[in-house]
């Protein structure tokens, strides 16, 4: 699915999901695909504790909280330093 799909699916809520095919280009990440991982209604903390037993599950795989008030991605890139790049 693609991010205004979900908005449309899952509207005012939580969503974990997982990046497919993403890329970076300049400083964003350019996400083509999104899966639909666990959606949550209206609690961040809990969002944010089911990304992290994602995350700790497999590494090697791009997941994200986001809410689906969020009008676009623009996910932004951050060095091996934890600096945020810019254009």
Do not use: C, K
């Not at 209604?41 to 037993?53: I, L, R, T």
């Amino acid at each position: 699915m693609n991010w205004q799909e979900i908005r449309q699916e899952y509207p005012h809520q939580w969503v974990v999901v997982e990046a497919i095919g993403a890329f970076t280009q300049g400083a964003q990440r350019i996400i083509p695909e999104l899966e639909v991982i666990q959606v949550l209604e209206s609690d961040s903390h809990a969002a944010w504790q089911a990304y992290e037993s994602y995350h700790q599950a497999d590494r090697n795989r791009e997941y994200y909280v986001l809410h689906t008030d969020r009008q676009q991605l623009n996910i932004g890139v951050i060095d091996a330093f934890g600096r945020v790049l810019h254009e």
